[in-house]
């Protein structure tokens, strides 16, 4: 069996990393499996770039910036949300790449800003082989946002999208919305969601109302991500041995969606508490804030980690990791944090709960609720059986994101339509 994967990102982005793990899984239990991206940015010979031609660059760049003008267009110049939505009115065609052509199975991912357009997801329908189509996000089901946060005209049709300064009935989420119905009968579509959350609001959208949907996490390969020596691993990164260490990443932590606000108002309530001596923050990601002068804590700022070995180190360095998210869908950072047998605490909002089970590997708090998240987080550090704890977050890595898990139920979907 022979599989191609598509996503926009070799290495960027939740959903590049989720891909990249699912190729190793599957290559690991027998398949063939390829990555076409938009651009290749390691020597991976697995993974495969839509840009062979200088043209090609050109064009890439183009379908990007062509689409972001559409859309700022339509939001009358304003920049706010400009990356909340995703139109697809450019990408590549292809439907005679080679790849594509002796691909028993087309399995998307995340493809906007220019990988695909809509007429391109058409195009490989219409070749006639099941295309499988991992949400990453909620984009497939709506008009054009990849959160319709309380919004709900997804379900029945979009328009007035508040994304776009709510600009009439018949705008720019209601046009796609219709092009997408009309494309997604074009040939057999199977979705896929990561989290069970998804599946839910995914199967409520008229979009999907006669598709297949099925939930499958993303795998992680238990064998690179798990327990190591704390003390070890702290020395590498000069972190003190002696202090409660949180620890938060994103790739960008300035973005309202990895609730940075919500994680600093916490931190104000810890250092209220009289363990605020014993604890230090270790974050990690790209800022264009300076939170040594923010956060109420003593902030260990380490930048973009891209190495997983690094990564893996990290987690290993903190006794807790924290993800004050507002929108998530299964995030492979608390994927990671799990695996490497460090409880999680987290917000009530998307695949969390599905990962977090609270008080057994971690600690669920009210969603948006700042006191919440600090009191989950002095419950794992002061307040519980904390070996037993890391021992859970270990166990449900192991039970529920392993690599052969998580293949063998994509192969088993797979075999379902060949």
């Known amino acids: ?211 297949k949907v099925f939930s499958i996490p993303n795998p992680i390969d238990t064998s690179l991500f798990q327990p190591m020596n704390k003390s070890l691993c702290r020395e590498k990164f000069n972190l003190p041995n002696d202090k409660k260490l949180i620890l938060f990443g994103a790739v960008k932590i300035s973005d309202e969606r990895k609730g940075i606000n919500y994680l600093i108002k916490a931190v104000e309530f810890l250092s209220q508490e009289s363990e605020a001596g014993n604890i230090e923050l270790v974050i990690f990601g790209k800022s264009n804030m300076d939170l040594s002068n923010i956060l109420a804590l003593k902030v260990n700022y380490l930048n973009y980690v891209s190495n997983e070995e690094d990564i893996v180190t990290l987690y290993n360095s903190a006794d807790v990791y924290v993800t004050p998210s507002l929108e998530e869908n299964l995030p492979n950072t608390i994927m990671e944090s799990l695996a490497c047998g460090v409880p999680c605490v987290g917000f009530d909002v998307g695949g969390i709960p599905e990962m977090i089970d609270h008080k057994t590997n971690g600690y669920v708090a009210e969603y948006m609720s700042a006191e919440d998240l600090a009191k989950g987080i002095l419950w794992v550090l002061f307040e519980t059986d904390y070996k037993h704890l890391s021992q859970n977050a270990r166990q449900k890595a192991i039970d529920c994101y392993s690599e052969k898990n998580v293949a063998e139920q994509y192969i088993n979907l797979y075999k379902q339509y060949l």
């Open 1 to 211: 069996m022979k599989v191609l994967l598509l996503n926009t990102s070799e290495r960027t982005g939740g959903a590049a990393i989720a891909a990249q793990r699912l190729m190793k899984a599957l290559i690991n239990n027998g398949i063939d499996a390829k990555i076409l991206v938009l651009k290749k940015q390691t020597d991976n010979e697995k993974i495969i770039s839509v840009q062979s031609s200088f043209l090609k660059q050109k064009l890439a760049l183009w379908n990007f910036l062509w689409e972001r003008w559409v859309i700022f267009i339509h939001k009358h110049l304003s920049r706010k949300n400009l990356f909340r939505v995703s139109i697809a009115n450019t990408g590549f065609d292809l439907s005679n790449n080679p790849l594509v052509k002796e691909a028993d199975i087309i399995h998307l991912h995340w493809i906007n800003q220019g990988l695909l357009s809509l007429n391109s997801i058409k195009k490989l329908l219409e070749t006639g082989k099941t295309v499988f189509w991992t949400m990453h996000d909620m984009w497939a089901c709506t008009g054009i946002c990849h959160y319709p946060r309380e919004c709900a005209n997804y379900q029945t049709q979009c328009h007035d999208c508040f994304y776009i300064n709510k600009s009439g009935r018949h705008d720019l989420s209601y046009t796609f919305f219709n092009k997408k119905k009309k494309i997604y009968q074009s040939g057999k579509l199977i979705f896929i969601t990561c989290s069970k959350w998804l599946k839910q609001y995914a199967e409520k959208s008229a979009l999907l109302s006669d598709k």
